[in-house]
């Protein structure tokens, strides 16, 4: 179950998912549409956690069910269990959820004891509670009906999110396969993972083995900010250049999260409010227009598979690609 729970993750983060819109779909190399990263997840969990925790889940209603593992576990175990708290791992939320009512203790189905509900948002997914007499919007494809007469509704029109229930002990194994939280990291450790590594910095801020949490905006947004090249190499950084990389991330992600994230596409908060951080965008998004500290017009590369916007000037590339081609062309005569 972990394994395949691993597997799963793995493409919903690293995009290697079929387009289910498309008859005959070959596998997308990259998103066309930005996904929530860590300040919009935070900016949903914070909502509910004032919303819905507290609150028992009473019953479970299905629609579409290609994005949830096991379907029947949710239907089985869920109802019956209180909503303890909603929290925030990398890009992802962790329901937790209590002890099923009325459950046997010792019993072999696991009800006796917590479990979570790990939910990813994709690309167009939304979590939030409505009245339950509120009719449902197309493309709800869960509705979890509380104890207050409210209904939890996923909504997904691409359904490239992720829904799971986990119970505790599979949940530990799968979190280990994620970094540190790019908010909670220390200096140290932040510079072992980066400066340790030949990767680009790009893939590195992107890698969630390495950092959980940060995706493409503030990725572009960071090393635009700390005048890092996105195609550096970690272990190219300075230790000033790592330290400094990591206030830089950091802050950006502080001052995202309280403009509520970036709404570039379908990103609503938990109240279907949209963010307002894209309007503090630097680089993301602006291919061709003037970089906001020298004047220079921002360029969109592909690195690590992604699309990257970064000013040309302050950023320059890295020396040590310029010194590869002129040794490949005196070995090559």
Known sequence: MADRL???????????VADKGRSNAAPLLFWTEPMPELPEVE?????????IA????????????????DPAAVEQHVPGRQIQAVERYG????????????????????????????VHLGMTGQLAPFAAAQPYAKHTHVRFGLDDGRELRYRDPRRFGRIAYLTEAVLTEVLTAFGADPLLVSAEEFASRIRSRNAQIK???????????????????????????????????SKQQAATMRKVLQDVLRKAILARGSSISDFLDAEGQPGEYQRHH????????????CG???RR????????????????????????KRSRRVRNG
């Open 203 to 237: 893939a590195l801020l992107l890698d969630q083995s390495v950092l959980r949490g940060v995706g493409n905006i503030y990725a572009d947004e960071s090393l635009w900010r700390a005048k890092i090249h996105p195609a550096r190499r970690g272990a190219q950084l």
């Open 43 to 51: 900016t949903v969990v914070r909502g509910l956690q004032k919303s």
């Open 6 to 16: 691993r597997r799963t993750i793995r493409e919903v983060e690293f995009l290697h």
């Open 54 to 69: 507290g609150r028992r889940i009473l019953s479970v209603r299905l629609g579409n069910t290609d994005f949830i593992d």
């Open 91 to 118: 890009k992802f939320m962790l329901l937790r959820l209590s002890a099923r009512a009325n459950a046997v203790a010792g019993s072999a189905n696991g009800d006796a004891e917590t479990a979570s509900l790990l």
């Open 301 to 324: 590369v592909i690195v690590a598979g992604r699309s990257s916007y970064f000013c040309p000037k302050c950023q320059p590339a890295p020396r040590v690609q310029k010194q590869n």
């Open 296 to 298: 220079t017009g921002i």
């Open 282 to 293: 630097r680089a993301y998004g602006r291919e061709g227009k003037r970089c906001y500290r």
